[in-house]
Nanobody, 125 residues
Framework: QVQLVESGGGLVQAGGSLRLSCVLSGRTASIYRVAWFRQGPGKEREFVATIPWSADTTRYADSVKGRFTISRDNAKNTVYLQMNSLKPEDTAVYAC??????????????????WGQGTQVTVSS
C-alpha cells in the first residue's frame, strides 16, 4: 500500500503563486508514476501534470503549461506542484495520485490506484 498526503493549498489572488506538496509513504519503491489532478466546482476531475517516479519526463495539461511545474524529491518521497500566474479558473481541489504500473495513458484518473485526500486551492479575482 502507498499513502499520499497533500498540503500547501490556500487562498491566493489572481496572478499569485502556490506550491503544493504530496508526501508519499509506504511501498514507495513500487511506484511508477505520480500525477496531480484537480476538480473545480461543478466540474469533472481533470489531469494537471505528471512525472515518473524514476525519470524526469514531465507532461502538463494545456491549460497549465508554462505556468505550473511538477517536480520530485525522491529522498523526501515528495512530489511538488509549483503554480504561478494563478487564475480564478484554477480554483479546485487538487489531489495527487500514484500508480505502480505503466499504462497507455497518463491522463486518465482511473489508471491511478492510490490517491490523496486533496487540498483546496482558491484563486480570487
Amino acid at each position: 500500500q502507498v499513502q499520499l498526503v497533500e498540503s500547501g493549498g490556500g487562498l491566493v489572488q489572481a496572478g499569485g503563486s502556490l506550491r503544493l506538496s504530496c508526501v508519499l509513504s509506504g511501498r514507495t519503491a513500487s511506484i511508477y508514476r505520480v500525477a496531480w489532478f484537480r476538480q473545480g466546482p461543478g466540474k469533472e476531475r481533470e489531469f494537471v501534470a505528471t512525472i515518473p517516479w524514476s525519470a524526469d519526463t514531465t507532461r502538463y495539461a494545456d491549460s497549465v503549461k508554462g505556468r505550473f511545474t511538477i517536480s520530485r524529491d525522491n529522498a523526501k518521497n515528495t512530489v511538488y506542484l509549483q503554480m504561478n500566474s494563478l487564475k480564478p479558473e484554477d480554483t479546485a481541489v487538487y489531489a495527487c495520485a500514484a500508480r505502480e504500473f505503466k499504462a497507455s495513458s497518463v491522463y486518465i484518473s482511473s489508471t491511478y490506484n492510490y490517491w490523496g485526500q486533496g487540498t483546496q486551492v482558491t484563486v480570487s479575482s
